[in-house]
């Protein structure tokens, strides 16, 4: 005994050490996302080694989940050892492709070991799944500068600004490269790619002063004074009054000895700017004109030649040359005109000069017409068309600045069909383009980007181009396929640009197709546009709610999920998330899933319109439950967020209802709005909730019946008062019966029914325990007819999705009638008659009837159906009635209804007995009946019921020739009954 003792001791021993051992060493980790979390706290406070030690103990239950090598990664990456740091996250993205944490961290060992173009391959893979960040561009610019491939970077930086023109960030980060440029390029001495940078700045950034002054020394350094004060002025009409601009133009002036230039120059800017510097340098110019002017000018002494009548070729020619360079203007017309008088108006010199002369004049208009006049007469010259397009090209792009674009168009056009320069004739050609889309000539269009593709193969806005021109077009199908195929041919770079362009194009399509109502195709395309790129958020956005729309509620989901997975603290992914789970009716799960979202952006309408959605679908949930009050407070918290949601208030008023609180529910429920259609049902339904809300009710009704057989009447008036409250109702009923008699044989109709008045009195009461439970009480006593006793206890529940049972048990004390017979002293044998009995009266006996009974009820939607099941005990003897019967609710008021009911059983229905109609036992009674009742207005409700019994009637004779013999029998046949019950029901 003592061993099978010590036996079980140690069993329960080794189970308890057992069970501790494996508590311990899980220390409560059952998941890898739980390790993952703990670790990560670890490591964001610093403590390394600890959560190093928990990520070992992770990795050996769970060697294959990705969060998991990517900690240790990150652990070897913070201990600065990149191989093993490279090892795990390698194995990290192995495990899942999409691990964003992992690949970031890969581009930083990638960076840090110098391996700079598996750096980039990580960058385009992370970019595969974010196009639009750009901090991932600008990082990848970086890597090819570190790879010493300035030409991709450079390309890269311009290309991401022509894709992002208005941001500040890459915009600055690309000035900084072309002024490093062209700084390299200054120091380098290679002055002609440093102005072209500098030009570019300039475009780019037309108020820095720095450009300018450089610009213009790179032009003094190459000797070409004349473009250095053309900058000068470019540079004075961007920043006005600037001192460092005033002096060196002023200098470059004073070099070229034009001192009376200089010295108005000067003086128009003191007028802006009186600074001590351009005071002293416009002294310093009245000293070397002085100086200038003992020398003598050629100019002035072939000026006193030519006035002195030495008008000879050699000193006009130096006077017109001389005059036009230094700016003097009047000078220099009235050398042209001079020049024209000796050598005719169809000089080319001579004309060409007088263009030059008013273009410094800043006289376009005069400068065209020179020109004009020269190309008319030698139109094969080179410089000369050149310049002439050059004039068409500034006239077309004031003309486009202004909006003007068919008075531009024909400018570009002149300079596209000359085929000039490749640059010009490329500029007028996008320039014609522009025109075309803006003036919405897009066949033109079309026909313009055909011809640029052809002559300038390299052109790369082409694929864009012609995508925007065919969208224009209402060919937003082709211009997408356009770009699809442009994808499936493009290399890693130009993929995302093109993804890019088709999503700006896709977007507005799809809206469009969901406006129109084509939502089969918004879907398609929606679909088409997260397949290039998953992390588009109106792509996903579309891509959700057309699948709704369509019924697929898989794929709702899944775009769902994905667009939680992108934007996990977006409202619109975390609202459909809810929409989910309202669909798979998990409306509780919804609501606790929205409360932290809900707290978090208290304000937004989307987390706010689901978490009311879900709150009305759980309110009529726990409704169909019977759990109302919880309802109600499912309802109040939603109302909190969202106090003027008039669905919401409709939903509590229907909560009341159902836990019949009528006057609440009246409240509530007038909120709603009916559409024109529903207003008169809707009306009718409130005034049966008003009719509710009345607690006292005075019913009236009269039976009347006639046997089939006989045309006997029979009837039977109720009068009773009831008094409503919210748990108790309470009713006082008097029921009237009145009988004619009979003590003749010969009226069968009667045969069983003794003359007289009968009187029933009730009560009843019933009690609502919970929303679930009910019992009514009812007790009555009368004088004839009725039972002398009656007394009935039901026991009601109500169950889940309107379902009903019910039980309940009854007594009545009934009273029976015999025929009694007596010999006739006045009979003798022979006689006429062949009886010697006669009825004299009625034989009365009391008889004790015990009912127990069940019912089961559905309530769908506007019909409520039952089954009934009694049983009897009378007279030692078991019976049965068994009913059924429907309810139909035609109207929305809860009162006007359509009832039908029939029954079956040994015994008759407990009604026929309750209302002292005729019955039997034993034998099979029958029973249908139709009526309905109809709600005249909250006060006054009425009703009409039609019955037809069929039941087994006996009667009792004696018969006899003699008073020994007596012979007593019963004779039975089956009788059909019609009953009419006439109601009024007055409420107040």
């Known amino acids: 005994m003592n061993r099978v003792f010590l036996h079980k001791i140690t069993i329960l021993a080794c189970l308890l050490l057992l069970i501790t051992s494996s508590i311990g060493s899980d220390k409560g980790f059952q998941t890898p996302e739980q390790y993952a979390q703990i670790i990560q706290e670890h490591f964001a406070n610093e403590e390394w080694e600890a959560g190093k030690a928990l990520l070992d103990e992770g990795l050996q239950k769970y060697p294959k989940v990705s969060d998991l090598q990517w900690l240790m990664g990150k652990y070897w990456f913070h201990e600065k050892d990149y191989d093993q740091s490279r090892y795990h996250l390698v194995k990290a993205v192995e495990d899942n492709y999409n691990n964003v944490n992992a690949k970031h961290l890969l581009v930083d060992v990638e960076d840090i070991t110098e391996n700079y173009s598996s750096a980039i391959c990580y960058v385009n893979e992370l970019l595969e799944v974010n196009p639009y960040w750009r901090g991932l561009w600008r990082r990848k610019i970086e890597l090819y500068r570190k790879q010493n491939n300035d030409v991709e970077a450079d390309r890269l930086l311009r290309r991401i600004n022509q ?72 540079g004075l009409a961007a920043i006005p009054g600037s001192s460092a601009l005033i002096i060196k133009r002023a200098g470059i002036l004073g070099e070229l000895a034009r001192f009376p230039e200089a010295l108005v120059f000067v003086q128009e800017q003191m007028r802006r700017n009186n600074s001590p510097a351009i005071r002293r340098m416009y002294n310093n110019l009245l000293l070397e004109a002085a100086r200038s002017e003992k020398q003598r000018d050629p100019y002035v ?65 005069l400068a065209y017409s020179a020109l004009k006049k020269l190309y008319d007469m030698y139109p094969d010259d080179y410089d000369i068309t050149l310049a002439m397009s050059s004039l068409h090209m500034k006239k077309a792009e004031r003309l486009m600045e202004l909006g003007l674009y068919s008075e531009a168009l024909p400018h570009v056009l002149f300079v596209s069909q000359r085929h000039i320069d490749n640059e010009v004739n490329g500029a007028a050609w996008e320039k014609a383009l522009s025109c075309y889309i803006n003036m919405k000539r897009y066949n033109e269009a079309l026909a313009t980007l055909d011809t640029i593709t052809l002559h300038f193969p390299d052109y790369e806005n082409g694929t864009l181009k012609r995508a925007f021109i065919l969208d224009k077009m209402d060919k937003t199908e082709e211009a997408l396929q356009l770009y699809l195929s442009a994808i499936e041919q493009s290399d890693e770079d130009m993929r995302i640009f093109y993804v890019i362009g088709y999503e700006e194009l896709a977007i507005p399509y799809i809206k469009k197709c969901m406006e129109a109502g084509a939502t089969q195709k918004a879907y398609d395309e929606a679909v088409k546009l997260v397949s290039l790129n998953p992390s588009s958020d109106l792509g996903l956005r579309y891509a959700i709610n057309s699948s709704g729309l369509l019924g697929k509620y898989d794929e709702f989901e899944k775009y769902t999920a994905q667009g939680i997975n992108f934007y996990p603290e977006e409202p619109f992914y975390q609202a459909k998330r809810a929409t989910v789970l309202d669909r798979d009716k998990k409306y509780e799960a919804s609501l606790e899933f929205l409360k932290p979202i809900l707290n978090k952006y208290p304000s937004n309408k989307e987390i706010i319109g689901a978490f009311s959605q879900s709150s ?28 003027q949601n008039k669905s919401l ?29 529903e207003y008169r049902s809707f009306q009718r339904h409130l005034s049966g909730l008003r009719s509710m809300t009345l607690k006292n009710e005075i019913a009236l009704t009269y039976l009347r019946a006639r046997y089939g057989e006989e045309d006997i009447i029979t009837s039977v008036a109720t009068a ?17 019966a009145g009988r004619s008699g009979s003590a003749s044989d010969n009226m069968e109709a009667e045969e069983q029914t003794p003359g007289g008045v009968g009187i029933q009195v009730q009560g009843e009461w019933t009690h609502h325990f919970s929303p679930k439970w009910s019992t009514t009480i009812n007790a009555a006593f009368a004088t004839k007819y009725f039972p002398d006793i ?73 019909v409520r159906l039952n089954a009934k099941l009694d049983l009897h005990f009378f007279n030692s003897k078991f019976y049965y009635n068994a009913q059924v019967g429907a309810k139909y609710f035609p109207a929305s008021d809860g009162k006007t209804n359509i009832n039908a009911m029939a029954s079956i059983g040994s015994a008759p229905e407990t009604a026929v007995l309750d209302y002292a109609l005729p019955g039997s036992f034993s034998h099979t009674n029958t029973m249908v009946g139709l009526g309905g009742q109809y709600m005249v207005s909250p006060n006054i409700t009425i009703g009409l019921m039609g019955t037809w019994n069929t039941y087994y009637n006996q009667t009792n004779t004696v018969r006899g020739t003699d008073p020994i013999h007596r012979i007593e029998t019963v004779s039975t046949r089956y009788k059909n009954l019609y009953n009419i019950y006439a109601q009024i029901y007055i409420s107040f």
């Open 790 to 862: 009656t007394a009935d206890v039901a026991l009601r529940h109500y169950l889940k999705n309107d379902w009903e049972i019910a039980g309940h048990v009854g007594y009545r004390r009934v009273t029976a009638y015999n025929k009694h017979y007596e010999w006739n002293n006045e009979f003798f044998a022979g006689s006429n008659g062949e009886n010697g009995y006669i009825f004299t009266g009625w034989d009365e006996s009391k008889t004790n009837l015990l009912t127990v009974g069940g019912e089961v009820a559905k309530t769908i939607e506007e």
């Open 649 to 677: 208030k409709y939903t509590k008023g229907v909560v009341y209802e159902a836990n019949r609180q009528a006057d609440s529910a009246y409240y509530y429920q007038k909120f709603y709005e009916p559409s024109i259609m």
């Open 616 to 643: 009305e679908y759980r309110a009529l949930q726990l409704t169909k439950a019977k759990e109302p009050e919880q309802a109600l407070a499912v309802l109040d918290t939603a109302l909190l967020f969202d106090s």
């Open 301 to 365: 002494l072939y000026g006193m030649a030519y006035e002195g009548g030495n008008k000879d070729k050699e000193a006009l020619d130096y006077l017109l040359n001389t005059s036009v360079t230094r700016g003097y203007t009047d000078d220099a017309l009235f050398y042209i005109r001079e020049a024209k008088k000796q050598y005719g108006n169809t000089d080319k010199g001579i004309l060409y000069k007088e263009y030059m002369l008013y273009r410094q004049m800043n006289e376009d208009d």
């Open 163 to 234: 894709i992002y023109p208005n941001d500040t960030i890459l915009r600055k980060d690309y000035v900084y490269s072309l002024e490093m440029g062209y700084r390299q390029m200054k120091k380098g001495g290679n002055r002609k790619e440093a102005i072209e940078r500098l030009t570019e700045l300039i475009k780019i950034s037309p108020d820095n002063e720095e450009f300018y002054l450089d610009i213009i020394n790179l032009h003094l350094q190459k000797g070409n004074r004349e473009a250095a004060l053309g900058w000068s002025s470019n």
């Open 720 to 736: 009773e008062y009831t008094r409503k409250n919210r748990e108790n109702t309470y009713t006082g009923r008097i029921n009237y």
